[in-house]
């Protein structure tokens, strides 16, 4: 009478443990497709900003939040920054989105520095489950914004490149002019940051053009048009490949994540 039980249960337990995973949540399969927005797909680990945490499990992780405007452009809602989507890279060694502060550039045009504010840059290097620049990211716009009405501080005397007037504010686009600057220098600023005046960080996608001498020709209206049209072309920000997502698709499933546990999961997937 002793060995029939064994086959019983191993016939009546694999069933179970081999599916547990797919059959949990299979209601979150379809709903955790990827979210079309402006013509792009966003799969994992991006998910639609307007169902994020509406359910027991989310589609994407938390930092990944996309919603479309009122144009069908997908937004990037970084904290305090939404960020316009513009092509999003999903090659393994590759995982990148390119973004553009639509806003800020709107309001710098209009003379308006309302948006330098409290830019959100997501910082350069950090991306465990985060978006960020990728690692030591040298192509900033240094700019300091300085109260109206002082003089052109001495730090900034030879350095700086474009001026525009915002609001209550100067704007300056500071950039090391010194002859020894290479190609591959670092661009951030080494000085101290002068009286009355903020720094502001504004990552591009190269600053190769205001290192030709076409630049330097150019009127300072000219200039500050091709830093604002530099700036519309966006940076990219990327992410870390994720294991468990990797193994989820392979099955044919479709990633999440449970935030009471902080855990990404796999919906669905038929296992071979
Ligand atoms: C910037 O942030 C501060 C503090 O969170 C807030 O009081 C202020 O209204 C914000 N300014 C803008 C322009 O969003
Ligand atoms: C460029 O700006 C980003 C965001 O503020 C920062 O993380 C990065 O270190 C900066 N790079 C340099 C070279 O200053
Ligand atoms: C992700 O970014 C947020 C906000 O910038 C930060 O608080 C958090 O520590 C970052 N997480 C990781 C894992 O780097
Ligand atoms: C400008 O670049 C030079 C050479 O790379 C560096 O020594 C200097 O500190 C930079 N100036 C500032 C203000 O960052
Ligand atoms: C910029 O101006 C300098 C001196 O006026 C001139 O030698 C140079 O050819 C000009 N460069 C361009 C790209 O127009
Ligand atoms: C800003 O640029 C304009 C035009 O080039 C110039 O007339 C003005 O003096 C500059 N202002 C400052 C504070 O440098």
Known sequence: MRPPLFPALTIFL???????????????????RPFPCGGINFPFPFSDAATFGTGRFDCG???????????GRPVLDLPGTPYQVRALYLDR????????NAQLIK?????????????TVPSSGVKIDNLSLPPQWRFNLT??????????????TDSAVVNAS??????????????????????????????????????????????SSG?????????????????????RLVWSA???????????????????LGKVICFGGSRK
């Open 14 to 32: 694999v069933p179970i443990f081999g599916t547990a995973q797919s059959r949990e949540y299979p209601s979150y399969y379809d709903p955790c």
């Open 215 to 235: 630049f330097m020709n150019k009127s300072n209206g000219e200039r500050w048009r091709f830093v604002l049209d530099l700036m519309g072309k966006g940076f």
């Open 166 to 211: 915002c609001g209550d504010a100067e704007l300056y686009l500071w950039m090391n002019r010194s002859s020894d600057q290479s190609i591959g220098a670092d661009n951030s600023y080494g000085g101290e940051t002068p009286d009355g005046c903020r720094l502001v960080e504004v990552p591009v996608s190269d600053v190769l053009g205001l290192r």
């Open 93 to 100: 060694q590759d995982l990148a989105v390119t973004v553009v």
């Open 61 to 71: 992780l938390p930092r990944f939040q996309v919603s479309c405007d009122a144009a």
């Open 242 to 260: 994720i294991p468990e997502c990797d193994r989820c698709q392979l099955r044919g499933g479709r990633c999440g994540f449970d935030a009471s």
């Open 143 to 156: 700019f300091f914004k300085c109260a109206a009405g002082i003089a052109l501080p001495r730090e900034l």
């Open 107 to 119: 309001d710098l045009a209009a003379g308006s520095c309302e948006s330098l504010t409290n830019l």
